[in-house]
């Protein structure tokens, strides 16, 4: 298959990421792969973190995962708030107000978010706040696996390399420590589904992350005059 690179001709000279989490944990569960290798590969990144719903000792977590995977890029802005867990649809107005002073402050050229069809209803909401607001960004929705099995198929894929999945998975095994007694939070899991999603995206080092893309413009003839060049094409194929 082709592959699709996000070089200097696709994002200027210090581009921002927008990751967007409901709760503490699920930007790292999501993509923290993603964020570990673009840090690593750009670290004149600029990134804004945000985690919507967390207090007390889940907050702190918030803002240690953070650190955990963009606290090497040249800037980091972690925005932790105290939205009622469960019932962010209910808060709307407020949630609303947040997103535009969000919009106000950064122009993303990669905005991070949860899945439309999470079964979640705080995870969906995130996302169709972000679709709302942000109408001229590219959007990566991530997936967090979860009891009520709603996977669905992914039509993009980030190949990382075995050692970027193991610091993803020992990050957030001892970044969230208050919800290690949860089933399903476990090491096995979590390498599964990059182990998965890398076999799916025939990625050559066996593991990856997956995200839906609802809307990309592929620029053929990029030029210096194109005002946000979502993705460049890159001339190579996949083995």
């Not at 007390?56 to 802005?77: D, I, Q, T």
């Not at 002073?101 to 079964?119: A, F, K, M, Y």
């Amino acid at each position: 298959m082709l592959s699709l690179r996000f070089d200097t001709t696709a994002l200027p000279e210090r581009p921002t990421v927008l990751a967007l989490g409901a709760h503490s944990d699920d930007i790292e569960i999501g993509c923290g792969a993603t964020m570990l290798r673009l840090a690593e590969l750009r670290p004149e990144l600029q990134v804004t973190w945000a985690v919507l719903s967390a207090t007390g000792e889940r907050a702190k977590e918030a803002r240690a995962g953070a650190e955990a995977f963009a606290g090497s890029v040249a800037s980091l802005n972690v925005i932790v708030e105290d939205f009622r867990d469960k019932y962010l649809a209910h808060e709307g107005e407020e949630l609303r107000d947040f997103f535009e002073q969000l919009r106000c402050e950064v122009n993303p050229d990669i905005i991070l978010t949860h899945r439309r069809g999470d079964s979640h209803q705080d995870h969906r909401f995130v996302c169709e706040l972000t679709w709302n607001t942000f109408r001229n960004n590219l959007i990566l929705e991530y997936e967090i696996p979860k009891y009520d099995g709603d996977l669905l198929s992914p039509n993009l894929f980030v190949p990382i390399t075995e050692e970027e999945a193991q610091r993803k998975v020992d990050a957030i095994m001892s970044t969230f420590v208050t919800q290690r007694t949860r089933h399903w939070f476990t090491e096995d899991l979590f390498m599964a589904m990059m182990r998965l999603r890398g076999m799916e995206a025939n990625s050559p080092t066996r593991f990856a992350e997956a995200f839906t893309c609802r809307k990309a413009v592929l620029d053929l003839a990029p030029s210096e005059t194109t005002a946000r060049p979502s993705m460049a094409l890159v001339s190579e194929r996949v083995a």
